[in-house]
């Protein structure tokens, strides 16, 4: 674990350790070291998203490819870098929140923005 105080990264720190799997923290850990790093910054990224993703939203559309911003997202290119195959979407997309009351629609699943509307 971190034991270096970083505000900065608390609730990233918060969410790898209480979430996340062991090779997860593991890694997260380690891009922890160098975090000034951009690849490391991103790769940071892709962690939490993952975590994120599995564990809350659940959304498993493979969406990048229909998003607007495509071409031009970092977070794109270092699943691409990092050869990940999955490329859920991700929470830092634009437009994550559309994307997600779409598949919430589709899959039958009630959206929390939708619950907080009513």
């Not at 890694?27 to 991103?42: G, R, S, T, Y």
């Not at 892709?46 to 939203?57: D, G, P, S, T, V």
């Not at 195959?85 to 939708?114: I, M, P």
Request: hydrophobic share 30%; net charge negative.
């Amino acid at each position: 674990m971190t034991k270096e105080y970083l505000p900065v990264f608390a609730e990233e720190i918060f969410i790898v350790n209480l979430y996340g799997t062991d090779d997860e923290i593991d890694e997260f850990n380690d891009l922890m070291k160098a975090n000034h790093i951009e690849k490391n910054l991103m790769s940071m990224a892709l962690i939490i998203e993952e975590i994120k993703r599995r564990n809350f939203l659940k959304i498993g559309w493979h969406c990048c490819w229909r998003c607007q911003y495509y071409q031009n997202c970092k977070i794109n290119w270092y699943r691409g870098e990092r050869n990940m195959e999955l490329r859920n979407c991700c929470t830092y997309c634009q437009n994550f929140w559309d994307c997600h009351k779409k598949f919430c629609a589709e899959s039958g699943v009630s959206s929390k923005t939708e619950d907080s509307d009513k």
